[in-house]
Nanobody, 121 residues
Framework: VQLQASGGGLVQAGDSLRLSCAAS????????VGWFRQAPGKEREFVAA???????YYAHFVRDRFIISRDNTKNAAYLQMSNLQVEDTAIYYC????????????????WGQGTLVTVSS
């Protein structure tokens, strides 16, 4: 599965943004999809994941602000982000792999290019 993230941009604190992840490959509907992010000077961290069946998992800092979803008919996944804060500024990556329930709950085997989200105060 090959992935491409899009939808990033510059927003103000409190705004919303929807990221998209376009996938190619016939096996997309069978894989778990995750969103990760990497802020300047920090390590990449898990944000959210969705299983092929639709089960969702979130990092603690999401605090009900983000919603991950997928549309297997379009080979796409999404991350709807609301009430964005300055600390959400990062490059966001989508990834695919196998769900195994650990921390993070997805074992990634394919990374997409990231999309930059910048939140100003």
């Amino acid at each position: 599965v090959q992935l491409q993230a899009s939808g990033g941009g510059l927003v103000q604190a409190g705004d919303s943004l929807r990221l998209s992840c376009a996938a190619s490959g016939r096996t997309f509907s069978r894989v778990a999809v995750g969103w990760f992010r990497q802020a300047p000077g920090k390590e990449r961290e898990f944000v959210a994941a969705i299983r092929w069946s639709g089960g969702t998992y979130y990092a603690h800092f999401v605090r009900d602000r983000f919603i991950i979803s997928r549309d297997n008919t379009k080979n796409a996944a999404y991350l709807q982000m609301s009430n964005l804060q300055v600390e959400d500024t990062a490059i966001y990556y989508c990834a695919s792999g196998t769900f195994y329930g650990g921390d993070p709950p997805i074992e990634v085997d394919s990374w997409g290019q990231g999309t930059l989200v910048t939140v100003s105060s």
